[in-house]
C-alpha cells in the first residue's frame, strides 16, 4: 500500500483560492534564490530562538523541581531566586516577541513581499 | 473579618448587584450576537469572521480564549494556597505563547483556510487526515470544554452565594450546578449557531475589556492597601498562610515525600510533564489555532499573537498579587471553607478588599464586579471551543471526509451550526456527569493531548520534507492514544485517595500528567510511520513552503 504520489485521492485540497498561486510557479519559486533567502533568514531566526527559549524555559522548570535551595535563596526583603527567575521568564518571552517583530519587520516581510512580487509578475507573464 | 460564606448568603445586596450584572452581559452578549448575525454570510465570516479582524481585536480574543475562568480564578486560587507553584503555572501558559508566535501563527494564517485539519492535510491525503485532525479536535476541545463548563456550575452556585443546605429561588447547591452548566451550555450554542466567529469573537472582546478592567481595579486597590509594596505584600501572605516555603516552589508540584524517595521522584518527574504539557500545549489548540485566521494576513496574526502576549502577561502578573493579596487579606481558612480548591479566592478579595475601603456596600459591589468578569470569562472561552469543534466538523469531516471537497459555503455554514448544536449538547450532557471531576486536571489533560497529539503533527508538516500521510496519522493517533491511555493508567483515575474510580487499583503509570512520555511517543510514531510509507510528495511540500513563508496565494479577507 505505497502511494507515490497522493493523486489516488479523488478530493481536491479544498484549500487555497486556486486563482493566486499556480503549482508550476510555486515549485519554481521554492528553488529560486528569492525564496531560499527568505526561507534561510526565517529559519536561521525562528529555530535557534525556539530552542534557546525552550532550554531557558526547562532550566526553570528543573530548577524548581530540582534546585530547591538555589530557588530559596533570598536575595533581598521577601524575593527569592525562584521569583526572579521567574519574573525572569516573564521578561525573556516579551524581549522575544520585540526582537521578532523587530528581525521580521526588518528581515522577513520584504522578503516575502519580493517573492509574491516574482511570482505575481511571472502569472501575468504566463498570461 | 466577615466570613465570605454568610455574608454572600446573608448580604442579598451583593447578590441582587450580580445578578443584574450578569444579567446585563448575558443581554449584551446576545445583542451582538443578533448583530452578528446578519453580518455573517459566506462560510468565510462563519469560520473566521471575515478575516477582517484588526490586530488588537484579535489580540484581545486571544487573551479571551485563553484567560478562561480556569486559568484567572484556578491561578489566583492556587497562588493563595500554594504560593509559588500557583505562578509557576502561569509561567508555562505564558511562554508557550512564543511557540504560537515564532514557529505557527504565521505559516498557519498563510497556508490555511478554516481549520487546524487545513495545514495539516494540506499534503497528505485529504480524507485520512482530515478525519484525524478532525477527531483530536473534538477530543481535546470537549475535555477543555468540560473543564470550563464543569467549573462554571460550582462557580456560578458560588458566585451567587447559594451554599450547600441553602436555596436560592427554589434551587439548592446541587440544582443551581447543572442550572448553572445548562445556562453557559445554552448561551454557548447560542453565540456559535447564529453569531459564528463574529459573535463569538466580539463577545470574546468585551470579556477581555471587562476581565481585564476588573482585575486591574483590583489589583491596585490590593496594592493600595500595602502602600504598593508587593514585599510587603508577599511577607504577610508567606506569615498568613502558615506555611514554610509558601514563596518558593514545592508546596502543590514536585512535592517532597519524607522518607519515599521514589514517590519524590514520581512528583518531581510530573512537574516537569506538566511544565512540558503547558510550553508545548497552547500552540496546539485548535481554538487558539484558528483565531489566527481571523485577521487578514500574517503581518496581523504576528501582531495580533504580540497583543494577546503583552495583555496575558499582564493578566499573570496581576494575579499574582491577586492570589498573595486573597492569602494575605483573606485566609486560607475562609478560602478553603468557601471551596476546597480554592477558585473563590480571587471573589473573596474583591470582597474583603472593598469592604475596607469603602465599607459593605463598596465590598458588594466588588464582589459583583468580579464574579462578573468571572462569569464573562466563562461564556467567552466555552464559545471558542464550540466554534472551534464545530467548523472542524463541518469543514474537515463533513466537507472534505463525507462530501468528498464538494460542499458549498451554504452548506458548510449550515452542517456547522448543526454541528454546534450538537457539540453543545453533548457538552451540556457531559459536564452533568462529569461534575465530580478536578478542574486543574481536565485543563492540564487539554493541554497534554494538544502537546502530543497536534503539535508535533503540525511542526513536521510545516518543516520536514518527508513527512507524509502515514507519518501524520501515527503521529496524530499516536500522540492522542498515548495520553489518554496513559492518564487512564495513572493515579488520577485509580489507585489513588483523589482517583476518579475508587475502591480498585489498575493504575501503573506514575505520572498524572503524561506529556513526559507522550510527546515523544507522537514523535517516534510520526517518524516511524513516515519512514515505513513510500509515498513522497515534494510538490506540494514546495508549495506549502512558498505560500506558508510568503503568504502568496494565502486566503484574503472579505469585504462587505
Known sequence: MTIERSSKDASPPPNGDGAALSAEAAI?????????????????????????FLAWYLLYVLMSAFGRDVMGTVLFGNVNVALVFGVLQFASTFGIAICYTLYARRHLDPAAAEVREALREKEEGSA | MMHFAQEAAAGDGSRVVTIILFSLMVAATLGITVWASRQTKSATDFHSGGRSFSPLQNGLAIGSDYMSAASFLGIAGMIALFGYDGFLYSIGFLVAWLVALLLVAELLRNSGRYTMGDVLSYRMQQRPVRTAASISTLVVSIFYL?????GAGALIALLLGIQEGQTFLGMDAGTAKIAG??????????????????????????????????????????????GFNLGALMGDAAQASGQDGFLEPGLR???EVAGDPLQTMWNKLDLISLGLALV??????????????????????????????????????????????????VGHEAIRAQDPAGNTAAPQLAQ?????????????VLLAVIASAAFAAILSTVAGLVIASSSSLAHDFYNAVIRRGKATGTEEVRVAKIAALGVGTVAIVLAVFAQGLNVAFLVALAFAIAASANLPTLLLSLFWKRFNTRGALAGIYGGLISAV????????????????????????????????????????????????????????FALLQVRALSGAGAEKATDH
Open chain 2, 280 to 329: 508545548l500545549g497552547t500552540a496546539g489548540l485548535p481554538h487558539i489555532l484558528i483565531r489566527f485566521y481571523t485577521v487578514p494576513d500574517s503581518q496581523s496574526a504576528r501582531k495580533s499573537v504580540n497583543w494577546g502576549i503583552g495583555l496575558i502577561g499582564t493578566f499573570y502578573l496581576m494575579t499574582l498579587v491577586l492570589g498573595f493579596g486573597a492569602a494575605a487579606l
Open chain 2, 352 to 364: 474583603t478588599v472593598g469592604q475596607s475601603i469603602g465599607g459593605d456596600m463598596a465590598g458588594a
Open chain 2, 146 to 150: 468540560l473543564a470550563q463548563m464543569v
Open chain 2, 485 to 540: 491511555g496513559l492518564v487512564f493508567f495513572s493515579p488520577v483515575v485509580s489507585g489513588s485517595e483523589t482517583a476518579l474510580i475508587q475502591g480498585v487499583d489498575f493504575s501503573w503509570f506514575p505520572l498524572p500528567n503524561p506529556a513526559l512520555v507522550s510527546v515523544p511517543i507522537s514523535l517516534l510514531c510520526a517518524v516511524i510511520g513516515t519512514l515505513s510509507s513510500k509515498e513522497q510528495d515534494f510538490e506540494k
Open chain 1, 28 to 52: 519554481a519559486m521554492h528553488s529560486d534564490p528569492r525564496f531560499l533567502q527568505l526561507k534561510q533568514r526565517l529559519y536561521r531566526f525562528i529555530f535557534p530562538m525556539s530552542i534557546a
Open chain 2, 181 to 226: 452548566i445548562v445556562v453557559v451550555g445554552l448561551l454557548m450554542t447560542v453565540y456559535v449557531a447564529f453569531g459564528g466567529m463574529k459573535g463569538t469573537t466580539w463577545v470574546q472582546i468585551v470579556k477581555a475589556v471587562i476581565l481585564m478592567s476588573g482585575a486591574a481595579l483590583l489589583t491596585v486597590l490590593t496594592l493600595a492597601l500595602y
Open chain 2, 253 to 255: 508540584y514536585g512535592v
